[in-house]
């Protein structure tokens, strides 16, 4: 039991946390109004239409209204761009996590539900639980490592448990069927078109997708900062690729996969300092300067 | 970090962790967010037709027209989501027409709406040219 605890209580760097939290709650506006424009089209939904998931149910949650969705928006984008200044981290994250999880609730309750947002969910939750944290501060936390840990099991999750389901629902021949190709029918790309025809090359696709989410779990254990990077940065290019291939990308998962990464060594007030020298002689911005 | 912080960390983690193994065992969407990453894992024959769902209009002015995941606000794959009770309840589709409504005022408001699923025949996973288009279910204002 204290092996797996030491592990997930890992200390990390409260800078990376300070950075990470920047990026997600910065993350939630480019989410609401360019990536995921659809959401707020659920104001105008009839509430027939609203089929609510069990999250919904459990909490006697009532088909949201055009004042609903349009209140929680405007919420969410006040509190996410305030959250990510890093003030509050506790009340303000809070906020951010509860107005966000409505927001999803109003997105997945009309007939169809997305699968690219469980780490984003998880780093929502626990960022929180970290309190204060600096810009560039190399200090090691157990609270800061819990909450990053947790969001890297989180993204593991996401690839494992994906080839957990395509067994369940496709079964063994997934590996060996027709997923891929149909997938490239319905919305190829000049990348992969060419593809339809070495079909052995989609069949072989299978396999490697599945070998890589199986193995996927080896990124939470190893030892060495470079091969954990080194692996980070393949998942980041499978995901390329498959944009690539077929416009699908999973972006609130690639933002929260950033927990892997050493963000502490970017210092954003520093280099505003560095680079924008009138900026930087405003009092808000020095002051916070000197404490960096 | 005090014990009891430590304990309430690795509860919720415990905690949240059984879930998704649950939702991922015997879980559907439903679930969300502890529901399987079930996105591409169903498996295909290469020859079975591919399904294209789409819903058309007809409005006032006796204009047709394909009423589209901006002009509806649905995304298509939430109209398939709701094919089952589309099938159930036909009336349902005039809560899709009230919802063009809202969202162009201006325009005429629609008299049909009809959800129509068109299969591409394919031949060793290329398509042949050949499709079929079944309406699936129709509304007419009275």
New interface residues.
Partial sequence: MSTISRWLFEPMPLGRVAVFRTIVYLFIPVDVLITTPWVVDHKDTPRSLYMPLVVGDLLHHPAPTYGLVVTVMTALLICSVLAATGRHPRVLGTAVFLLYAEWMLIAMSYGKVDHDRFAFLVALAVLPTVGRARYGDRNRSDAAGWALRVTQIAVVCTYFLASWAKFRFGGLDWLNGATLARAVLRRGTIFADWTLDVRLVLIAMQYVIVAFELSSPVVLFVRSDRVRYLIVAGFYLFHLMTFAAITIVFLPHLVAMLAFLPLERIRPLRFLQRHLPGLARAPALAGRQSRE | ?TAW??AA??VM?VL?AIA??AG??VGD?????F????????????D?P?NSTRVEAIDVSGRRFVLT?ELS???R??????AA?FRQDPS?LR??A??YS??HPDKPPLTQVTVVVRRYA?RG???TGDYEDTVQMTWRRR
């Fill in positions: 970090m912080g430590r960390r690795l983690t949240a998704l193994l991922t065992a969407d439903a679930h969300f967010p529901g399987p990453f079930r996105m591409f894992s169903t498996t295909d024959r290469i079975a591919v995941d606000g649905l995304r794959a939430e109209i398939e989501g709701h009770a349902l809560d899709v009230e919802a809202r969202r394919l996973g290329v398509p």
